[in-house]
């Protein structure tokens, strides 16, 4: 974002998410979003040279990595987009230094979600958990920023962001209580939405619509101690065929607050179909515990932001 109001070099210490002219909140890193093109090269012509001319004009997608704290209006989007519901906004990046004044702002028109990666958990990781969200706007313009601090509830990051940690979560599988307890780690979850474009002859920027929604696998691992419940369900639905309807499973991961009282965020499966069920490898002499590996479908997942957002 090299457009700025001061010629002088500054640092782009902060990244603002802005919704339909409100401001939704501070992210972790922001990318994307700016116009190229494709480069067409014909075929060699009589003076032995290929000429070079670029295509349309396209824009890149947008990936925000953010925690908790953002605004109510920004995790409705998310949530409208596994409801599908598909809603499109405008917006801005904004790029702030240290002290929260804007120096330049990417401005987004009629952006669609496409994209919703949730962190992979681990029950002894001490790291921060962040989400990304990408999504893909008809057209952006790059501004200078109007030079003002950024103020309101927004303006330090401490004031609003709860902790969120990986090591924080909760699973619950419909007849899987007792060995969901014991489940240490969920892989990532990423949930995509493809864009198809619609071009119109007159029109410079391509309009965008919503298509299919890609729902990925749930997988976790758990100690072999606790898996009874898990290989009862996989030699009847895989082995024995006991695979309809019926047998599928639902079930919800929650995140949840360093005191174990809150739920930060919440993803609801519908639809689980457990189709493998391995042991981690483990080597001769190994003092590590031995675990298993769970591979389940998912046909549906449901967000909701609980007591995240600010």
């Not at 109510?72 to 409801?83: L, M, P, R």
């Not at 949930?191 to 309009?207: A, C, F, S, W």
């Not at 483990?282 to 590590?288: A, F, M, P, R, T």
């Amino acid at each position: 974002m090299a457009i700025t109001a001061d010629k002088r070099g500054y640092i782009a210490g902060k990244y603002g998410v802005e919704l339909d002219g409100i401001m939704a909140g501070w992210v972790w890193s922001a990318e994307g979003g700016h116009a190229t093109s494709d480069v067409v090269v014909e075929k060699l012509g009589p003076d032995h040279i290929q000429k070079k001319h670029i295509a349309g004009v396209k824009y890149e997608d947008i990936t925000v990595a953010c925690g908790t704290g953002m605004s109510k209006a920004f995790y409705e989007w998310i949530k409208a987009s596994f409801d599908h519901k598909y809603g499109r906004k405008n917006g801005a990046i904004l790029a702030a230094d240290y002290n929260y004044t804007e120096h330049s702002r990417l401005t987004f028109f009629n952006a669609l979600i496409t994209e919703v990666g949730f962190p992979a958990l681990d029950a002894a990781s001490k790291d921060a958990a962040k989400m990304s969200i990408k999504f893909s706007p008809e057209y952006t313009r790059q501004t200078v920023g109007q030079a003002a601090t950024i103020s309101g509830k927004y303006s330090t990051d401490a004031n609003v962001q709860k902790k969120w940690l990986p090591a924080n979560f909760r699973l619950r599988i419909d007849g899987l209580e007792e060995s969901c307890t014991r489940v240490n780690k969920i892989e990532s979850i990423v949930v995509k939405q493809k864009v198809v474009e619609n071009p119109v002859g007159e029109l410079r920027d391509y309009e965008k619509e919503p298509a299919l929604l890609e729902v990925p696998n749930l997988v976790v691992t758990f100690p072999e101690s606790h898996s009874k419940q898990f290989y009862d369900w996989h030699e009847s639905f895989v082995i024995k065929g006991n695979n309809g309807d019926n047998m599928e499973k639902g079930g919800t991961l929650e995140f949840l607050t360093p005191n174990l009282q809150e739920v930060l965020f919440s993803i609801t499966f519908s639809h689980l179909g457990i189709f493998k069920l391995t042991p981690e490898k483990v080597e001769s002499g190994s003092e590590n515990i031995r675990r298993l590996k769970a591979e389940m479908y998912c046909e549906d997942m449901k967000f909701d932001y609980k007591a995240a957002w600010a």
